[in-house]
């Protein structure tokens, strides 16, 4: 009996990969990943979905709302599990499956938002807009939190980047 | 078999709901982005793009004014169709309201 080697049947397997390296020195990625995986364990404990649902009076809407909304973040927080444990990326450079690009850039916004409201609290809006002057003059926790922040948007925006 | 009467008193309400119903699937609504501070301006303009379908010159216009004047009415129509608009945006963390459109 002949043995198929039909390239296709090991399509299924091989999936599309997006890789970048960023513009970030390692040993700042290394000394700050620990940081940002304590930042993510907090993810879940600050979410506000309840705070989203627009003002309908529907209380049977609102509920099928935050639960979908919450279901539907597990993923994204998956996709940011699976970056933040690649080894690749205390060295800068960043690896996502094309299908996990969206769950990922989603994933790095609840963490923004996480670090915004956590290590970042007493920062106002403007400060953060404008690039944080005062950085020399803040706390350890706020510093990181900061680097932190830019870290994950750097991530961001280069995935925007590249499948743009 | 019910007396007229007993039938008169049935239909009031239920022309009444129609009613509401029809009014209130004929009022249009506003889906309004409102501008935060950690969101990225590439980040938004490829949500509405996605979101919506809209083009690059279309969707960062929203943006800008979502930047520049803390909000952006991106789209206005049916209830059911703006809350549809309004969970997608909130799934990618957007802060977005839905306002009728008086």
Same mark, same amino acid.
């Given at each position: 009996?002949? /043995?198929? *080697?039909?390239?296709?049947? #090991?399509?299924?397997?091989?999936?599309?990969?997006?890789?970048?390296?960023?513009?970030?020195?390692?040993?700042?990625?290394?000394?700050?990943?620990?940081?940002?995986?304590?930042?993510?364990?907090?993810? /879940?404990?600050?979410?506000?979905? +309840?705070?989203?649902?627009?003002?309908?009076?529907?209380?049977?809407?609102?509920?099928?709302?935050?639960?979908?909304?919450?279901?539907?973040?597990?993923?994204?927080?998956?996709?940011?599990?699976?970056?933040?444990?690649?080894?690749?990326?205390? *060295?800068?450079?960043?690896?996502?499956?094309?299908? $996990?690009?969206?769950?990922?850039?989603?994933?790095?916004?609840?963490?923004?938002?996480?670090?915004?409201?956590? +290590?970042?609290?007493?920062?106002?809006?403007?400060?953060?807009?404008?690039?944080?002057?005062?950085?020399?003059?803040?706390?350890? $926790?706020?510093?990181?939190? #900061?680097? +932190? #922040?830019?870290?994950?948007?750097?991530?961001?925006?280069?995935?925007?980047?590249?499948?743009? | 078999?019910?007396?007229?009467?007993?039938?008169?008193?049935?239909?009031? @309400?239920?022309?009444?709901?129609?009613?509401?119903?029809? &009014?209130?699937?004929?009022? @249009?609504?506003?889906?309004?982005?409102?501008?935060? @501070? =950690?969101?990225?301006?590439?980040?938004?303009?490829? =949500?509405?793009?996605?979101?919506?379908?809209?083009?690059?010159? !279309?969707?960062? !216009?929203?943006?800008?004014?979502?930047?520049?004047?803390? !909000?952006?009415?991106?789209? =206005?129509?049916?209830?059911?169709?703006? &809350?549809?608009?309004?969970?997608?945006?909130?799934?990618?963390?957007?802060?977005?309201?839905? &306002?009728?459109?008086?």
């Amino acid at each position: 009996m002949r /043995t198929n *080697y039909n390239v296709g049947a #090991y399509k299924q397997f091989w999936k599309k990969m997006i890789e970048f390296s960023l513009q970030v020195e390692c040993h700042i990625i290394q000394a700050i990943l620990p940081e940002i995986g304590k930042l993510f364990a907090l993810s /879940t404990k600050v979410e506000e979905f +309840s705070d989203l649902f627009p003002d309908l009076d529907d209380p049977e809407l609102k509920e099928s709302w935050i639960d979908g909304l919450k279901e539907e973040a597990k993923g994204d927080r998956s996709a940011l599990a699976r970056l933040l444990k690649s080894p690749r990326l205390p *060295y800068g450079r960043v690896e996502v499956e094309e299908d $996990d690009v969206d769950d990922l850039l989603r994933g790095l916004t609840e963490i923004r938002f996480t670090i915004r409201k956590t +290590s970042l609290k007493n920062v106002t809006d403007e400060e953060l807009e404008s690039g944080m002057p005062s950085l020399r003059s803040s706390k350890p $926790d706020v510093r990181i939190g #900061y680097f +932190s #922040y830019l870290l994950m948007a750097e991530i961001q925006e280069r995935l925007i980047e590249e499948i743009s | 078999m019910p007396s007229h009467k007993h039938c008169s008193t049935l239909a009031t @309400p239920i022309l009444e709901e129609s009613t509401d119903l029809d &009014e209130r699937l004929a009022t @249009p609504w506003k889906v309004i982005v409102l501008n935060d @501070p =950690v969101n990225l301006m590439n980040y938004v303009v490829m =949500v509405f793009r996605k979101v919506f379908g809209y083009n690059d010159t !279309k969707a960062t !216009k929203h943006m800008m004014e979502v930047h520049e004047q803390g !909000k952006s009415v991106l789209w =206005v129509g049916e209830r059911e169709q703006a &809350e549809n608009y309004a969970y997608q945006l909130q799934r990618w963390r957007l802060q977005t309201i839905l &306002e009728k459109d008086d």
